[in-house]
């Protein structure tokens, strides 16, 4: 084993779980020294956002390190959480941690299917390991073919049509409650890109009376005027919070940001007016009890799934046609891990498909019924053979895959070799010697 991640997401865990091992950017390079430092002969790279902390490493001996590596990221955390929290912990191993990888960049991993967030956050992950020397060479080719298979993922399908970020879920879902958002007094909390994305998606859809308040004055400052909301000193978070009607708080900060307390004396003020907060930080900027204030609506990361399962429903096709890229792609970086036997097979396989197609066209076209045919007809056939030839193998190719992932790579091989007769003469010449004899 050369690769692997260990981590925690959305999908094994809920928010007041990950909230435990989560790393602000600002804290990240410094938990990649340690690493180095504790091993110098491994490679790692370290993404944390609001839906998952993944640490991905590399090198002869990560195996032999994970139990370390476990406590590592879950030394933030009290010994029982540490415990409970553990068994929600996954872990992956060369060409299925590659394929993950792929996926989580790609936007297939995320909540919102198809998002390109995400990219930003992983490529921003690898940056900071490449600031700090821990990224190495097999990290450096994994993380750039990640990258080159987003891009493809993203120009090639529509997976990213329509509200595909955090964010703008968000603010769908506030526009389910609220109908009409262009009467409503929003206040942004936190100045990043998520709370930009959210200001954004607000102004689209008719929000005027934006607010923004950020532990750095003049970053929201240049935040609000950018789309003509009002900047506040962080201080004046509370006096605040009873004149406005939604709050989207998305701060990186390792506390609670907004307490119950301050909620109850802002609805105190509104004299019972609701108020809708929505908290998409992880760590979670808002008391989860707050929620339990009468007329306050209290939406966590993990209350915007469903809103996000409903716009998965119409891009169902779309994340087809991606994991096919994906899985393509991870075949291809087969190769990195010494595997470059399962890349070779692949070809092979395609090879054959293409021979077989050549030479049933050949003889197909060439008889007398189909030789006056006009080229768009003739084309046409032509196409028709490859989606046979596309379809026959495809399944062939997809179980050779997983069992290179599972290891059970020689023996799929083998029997691969033998199915196909793989050494032998190829398709045509087969064909060829057939006719001959049948003319002799």
């Not at 935040?223 to 990186?252: C, H, K, M, N």
């Not at 998409?280 to 989860?288: F, L, S």
């Not at 003469?425 to 006719?435: K, L, M, R, S």
Request: hydrophobic share 45%; proline share 3%.
């Amino acid at each position: 084993m050369n690769f692997s991640v260990l981590g925690i997401n959305f999908r094994t865990a809920p928010v007041a779980l990950r909230e435990r091992i989560s790393f602000a950017p600002l804290a990240v390079p410094a938990v990649l020294l340690r690493i180095r430092d504790e091993f110098p002969d491994l490679a790692a790279v370290l993404l944390s956002t609001c839906n998952r902390t993944e640490l991905y490493a590399a090198g002869a001996r990560v195996e032999q390190y994970e139990d370390r590596l476990t406590d590592l990221l879950l030394e933030g955390a009290g010994q029982a959480e540490r415990d409970e929290t553990k068994r929600h912990l996954y872990r992956k191993i060369d060409i299925g941690a590659a394929e993950h990888l792929f996926a989580v960049a790609s936007g297939l991993d995320s909540m919102v299917v198809g998002e390109t967030e995400i990219l930003g956050q992983v490529k921003q992950a690898y940056a900071l390991a490449e600031e700090v020397h821990t990224s190495g060479p097999l990290l450096a080719a994994l993380f750039q073919n990640a990258f080159k298979t987003a891009k493809q993922v993203h120009s090639l399908t529509d997976i990213n049509r329509g509200r595909v970020s955090v964010s703008s879920i968000a603010v769908e879902f506030a526009e389910k409650v609220f109908e009409d958002l262009g009467s409503k007094t929003v206040l942004i909390v936190g100045a990043g890109e998520t709370a930009e994305l959210s200001l954004k998606s607000l102004i689209e859809r008719g929000t005027r009376d934006v607010l923004v308040i950020n532990r750095s004055l003049e970053r929201g400052r240049v935040l609000a005027e950018s789309y003509g909301g009002q900047a506040l000193p962080f201080e004046l978070l509370d006096e605040y919070l009873p004149r406005v009607d939604i709050v989207i708080s998305s701060t990186g900060a390792p506390h609670i940001v907004i307490g119950a307390k301050a909620v109850r004396r802002a609805m105190e003020a509104r004299r019972g007016r609701p108020v809708m907060l929505i908290d998409i930080a992880v760590p979670r900027d808002v008391d989860p009890s707050a929620g339990e204030i009468k007329n306050v609506y209290l939406y966590d990361i993990d209350d915007l799934r469903r809103v996000a399962d409903e716009n998965m429903l119409h891009r169902q096709e779309a994340a087809r046609h991606a994991w096919r890229i994906v899985k393509d792609a991870t075949a291809e970086a087969a190769g990195l891990f010494g595997n470059a036997e399962l890349r070779d097979l692949l070809r092979k396989i395609d090879d054959y498909g293409r021979g077989a197609r050549d030479a049933a066209l050949k003889k197909a076209l060439g008889r007398q019924a189909l030789a006056e045919l006009p080229e768009p007809a003739r084309e046409s056939i032509r196409a028709l053979a490859q989606r046979i030839v596309n379809s026959m193998l495809e399944l062939p190719r997809e179980a050779i895959k997983r069992a290179a992932k599972n290891g059970q790579w020689e023996d799929y091989a083998r029997v691969t070799g033998d199915l196909f007769g793989f050494g032998r003469a190829e398709p045509e010449e087969q064909d060829d010697n057939q006719d001959g004899k049948k003319q002799a």
